[in-house]
């Protein structure tokens, strides 16, 4: 299955990361390890309530407290921008709830939302001010659940908004802030075909990234409005536009030091803290560094939505289905912006079918605005899908592998929402899984298997770097993306590659955004695919002008030069006439032959390659206690090509931790008030290491056509099949199939006491 | 209240520092003596960010006072290495990208070091359970536990 094709020096190894001794020696710099002279600390006043108007505030106390520098709140913001949606993130942003989501005006609409802000000399200080701050609330009815918030008569969260997407354009507002549909074919007809039709209802639970780095940052304003900003994030020219929409500051005025990321998984695609920072520092003039506490992480930031989804499907006794509907609600937050068009979009994306409706709703809550998270929006709806699939398969007695390679998409499907797929490989996925020696070993009592596929688009987007030939015959990348999981190896591994030079010569740097063109942020699964094209190409502009002064030192024509193995030779009707020149003979005579050499790309790279996943989930259920343990695991997927297969088995088998994290415990808890329940590591339980087996990778490369070395993104797919193929093995295990989100040890109870046969059709 | 004066050895080193009764030696480490290695990713013990040793035992740096440390040996990650010669478990999640971000590592290291000097024959469950005080986001544990197995059989055979 592997394109062996080719061989590489460089390309598919193994090398260690560049900013790896930094990273195991203490010396990295995260977010919240800058420290400047005379900085103080900011914090942040959020509020109790889910859901109030802001009468008054009156912060005169706390600006007496002695070391207390500067006191903020809404009113000390520039008015919000005007509500303009835009691709900003992962999922779209607009500047006006941005602005809001920073620091509430009028009301508070989450328990965690801000609604001032302190510095001070010192942190107990700055702690102390915040508890002085006196704010005058009319406590509102709120609503937490998403099915709730639909209700005619639901609390309105926000008496503009309209919903969208539907005409005419409906007379009074409501809590759903969008209505999208995608539609081919003809249902009915489908489903008129079909010899059996499943229809279930399904729902998730909004679950955190859990990155294990709160969101930090040290902002440092200049007396002439600059900003300095030294922050965690997935996107240092992300943190720069949005901090200067909000503070109504020119973009050129701000520059944004890129920190270390210690975990993001889209949670840091966004700000909270830097403009807040940036205006007290504005105020006070001296540096201030602002930290969440983990309690703030889970009360204000992230997470992805919970949804509710009923999902039906048909097929004809041979496996073919014939026909798919989808019905979606998610959660915003207390913000427009789910990702339900990623949503729409993937659910039954790994089909071939003819008939698809799927109608989606981005619904708002009285909880945090989320965030993207892995594959944002995906998971929720391909959860539902891929159980109904499973059943389905069951039903039909087929073997679920063989139903869902009966469907697959190929290259050539048009998929529902648009595209015409060019090679993908989710075909080999199935087949690779298929072969697995796990899928056909024996289990024991208690146990179960369960499988299930996923789908994410990918993207590409803009991306600059530069490459510099030094004058010892190393080499300089310069590129903008945050590296959140080992990209400085996979893009210094493609320039080696380029170059004809060892791995080692080249140094790479995530600069600033003052030192390297315009990136879009680490998201989306698109470094390696699309800033590794900006590489790779910068590294040829720099070749072509290693090649022209070759020439220039051979006196021959630029032309009748080429590249191979990291040395000029001429070629043509010049081969062989001359030695074959290094690159650090080159580099070393550069001042003589026209200056420095260096090679640039600025690029919007099109052309990502899908990526599907298909994966084997065993558990066993403690019949006693409903304790569900995931006893083996594998994961297959189209990588297109591994550039360093290390990140990319580690890409897999993080997103299958968090799959399984996401199937089994985690969730956020409300209280009848509104209130968090659970905003800390011991009661929102993320997998730890007893938790999970190892986790076994399989690396299909189908390579991406429109890539140089065949690359597709990898990070957000395999976060998407965990929670069926865990519900799935469940009920291979019980007969039982849970369909809601977490498959907790009381859910599995009371499942068990409610019969625990074969679901009832 | 006054800020008290602690006399304590850091990495080999005498360390002194003065700090508020009700600073964690987490914020001595990171604020005063600017050791930002060892992290903060809950300030509760729920994530072993924070794991350093203190006189031979391996303590979340986040649930003890400053004051706490009077008279103590601490040793944190920024200790690990022997002058420019990596500790073996370092070279290891290295050699085998047992790091994503790299924000739990340093938590990890010092944890999984803890472990091997206890018990130089771990098997997986008992790796597993040791350093399930220790959380990462981003790995899955596979190739964090598989590292540390193979330095334990490494160092076994020399
Ligand atoms: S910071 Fe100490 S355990 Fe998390
Ligand atoms: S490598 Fe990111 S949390 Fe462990």
């Known amino acids: 299955m592997k394109n062996e094709t080719q061989e590489f020096k460089w390309v ?3 090398p260690i990361r560049p900013d790896g001794v930094d990273k195991v020696t203490g010396r990295a710099k995260f977010g919240a390890d800058m420290h400047l002279p005379g900085m103080l600390i900011g914090r942040v006043l959020r509020s109790p309530h889910a859901h109030a108007r802001i009468r ?29 949606w835009q691709a900003a993130g992962e999922v779209p942003v607009n500047f006006r709830d941005l602005a809001r989501n920073v620091m509430a005006r009028d009301k508070a609409l989450y328990d965690g939302h801000a609604v001032a802000a302190v510095a001070a000399t010192s942190a107990a200080i700055a702690e102390e001010a915040i508890d002085l701050i006196e704010v005058d609330y009319e406590v509102l009815p709120h609503v937490i659940d998403v099915k709730a918030a639909m209700k005619p008569d639901a609390p309105l969260l926000h008496d503009d908004l309209f919903t969208d997407g539907v005409s005419p354009k409906p007379d009074k507002p409501s809590n759903i802030a969008k209505r999208m549909e995608f539609a081919v074919g003809d249902i009915e007809a489908g489903f008129s075909k079909a010899d059996v039709v499943i229809e279930r209802e399904f729902t ?28 965690s ?26 920190a270390e990321i210690g975990g993001g998984f889209g949670g840091k695609t966004t700000v909270y803290l830097e403009p807040t920072a940036g205006l007290l520092s504005r105020i006070t003039g001296r540096p201030v560094k602002m930290v969440m506490s983990r309690t703030e992480v889970f009360r204000a930031s992230g997470p992805t939505s919970g949804g509710a989804t009923k999902i039906k499907i048909g097929a004809t006794k041979d496996g073919t289905i014939t026909a798919a509907q989808a019905t979606l609600a998610y959660q915003a937050g207390a913000f427009p912006g789910s990702p339900i068009g990623p949503g729409c979009m993937c659910a039954f994306a790994p089909y071939n079918i003819q008939n698809v409706n799927v109608v989606g709703h981005d619904v708002v809550v009285n909880r945090p605005k989320v965030a993207a998270y892995r594959a944002p929006g995906a998971p929720i709806s391909e959860f539902g899908v891929e159980c109904v699939i499973d059943e389905i398969a069951e039903k039909l007695s087929i073997d679920p592998i063989a139903l869902r390679e009966k469907n697959a998409a190929r290259q050539g499907t048009k998929a529902y929402y648009g595209p015409t797929f060019g090679p993908i490989g989710f075909v080999e996925t199935l087949e690779a899984a298929k072969q697995h020696p796990h899928y056909s070993a024996p289990l024991g009592e208690n146990q179960g298997r369960g499988v299930a596929s996923g789908f994410w688009f990918n993207i590409g987007g803009d991306s600059s770097a530069s490459v510099h030939i030094n004058e010892d015959g190393t080499a300089t990348v310069i590129e903008g993306n945050p590296d959140i999981g080992g990209s400085r190896a996979s893009l210094a591994q493609m320039a080696a590659e380029v170059l004809g030079i060892d791995y080692d010569k080249i ?15 680490t998201g989306g699964s698109r470094v390696t695919f699309a800033s590794g094209k900006a590489v790779i190409e910068a590294a040829n502009g720099a070749i072509s002008e290693l090649c022209a002064r070759a020439a220039k030192l051979w006196e021959i024509d630029a032309d009748a030069v080429e590249w191979v193995d990291g040395e000029a030779r001429p070629a043509g009707d010049n081969a062989g006439d001359f030695e074959p020149m290094p690159l650090s003979t080159i580099a070393g005579a550069s001042g003589k032959t026209g200056g420095p050499i260096s090679g640039h790309a600025s690029l919007n790279v099109k052309g990502a390659g899908p990526g599907f996943g298909t994966h084997i989930c065993d558990v066993e259920v403690d019949q006693e206690t409903g304790r569900v343990s995931v006893i083996r695991y594998t994961a297959v997927q189209d990588v297109g090509r591994a550039i360093h297969p290390g990140y990319v088995e580690g890409q897999l088998q993080g997103g299958v931790a968090q799959g399984v994290g996401w199937a089994l415990n985690e969730e956020y808890i409300y209280d009848k008030d509104g209130r968090l329940d659970n905003p800390g590591f011991l009661d929102y339980r993320v997998p730890v290491a007893s938790d999970l087996p190892m986790i076994d990778t399989v690396l299909v490369e189908v390579p991406n056509p429109n890539h140089p070395y065949g690359v597709r993104g990898v990070g957000e797919v395999p976060i998407i099949p965990p929670m069926a193929a865990v519900a799935n093995a469940i009920s291979d295990a019980l007969g039982v199939r849970l369909k809601d989100l977490p498959m907790s040890p009381p859910k599995v109870l009371a499942s068990l006491s409610n019969g625990g046969s074969r679901t009832p059709s | 209240m006054p800020r008290q004066h602690v006399t304590t050895e850091v990495n080999g080193e005498p360390q002194d520092f003065l700090c508020e009764p009700q600073e964690t030696l987490l914020d001595v480490l990171r604020d005063e003596l600017h050791l930002t290695g060892t992290k903060e990713g809950c300030s509760s013990g729920d994530c072993g960010a924070c794991s350093i040793m203190v006189d031979g035992r391996l303590v979340c740096a986040c649930l003890m006072f400053g004051v706490e440390a009077q008279g103590k040996t601490i040793e944190t990650i920024e200790g690990m290495a022997e002058g420019d010669k990596l500790h073996p478990l370092q070279t290891k999640f290295l050699e085998e990208a047992a790091l994503q971000c790299g924000f739990c590592t340093p938590g990890f290291l010092v944890a999984a070091k803890a472990l091997l000097e206890r018990n130089s024959d771990p098997t997986e469950t008992e790796v597993r359970y040791w350093l399930a005080g220790n959380l990462c986001r981003c790995t899955g544990y596979d190739k964090i536990v598989r590292a540390v197995m193979d330095v334990a059989a490494e160092t076994r055979e020399t």
């Open chain 1, 507 to 521: 140094r790479i740097t995530v600069a600033d955004t003052s030192s390297v063109g315009y990136n879009f942020l």
């Open chain 1, 56 to 84: 008054s505030i009156d912060t005169t106390k706390a600006a007496s407290l002695p070391g207390v520098k500067a006191v903020v709140t809404g009113s000390d913001f520039p008015p919000p921008p005007p509500p303009v």
């Open chain 1, 204 to 231: 998730t639970k909004p679950v955190h990234q859990g990155y294990i780095e709160p969101h930090a940052c040290v902002v440092d304003s200049s007396e002439d409005g600059r900003l300095f900003i030294h922050c």
């Open chain 1, 233 to 258: 994030s997935q996107g240092q020219f992300m943190v720069r536009q949005f901090c200067a929409r909000v503070l109504d500051v020119e973009i050129s005025k701000v520059t944004v030091v890129p």
């Open chain 1, 12 to 14: 598919g190894k193994r």
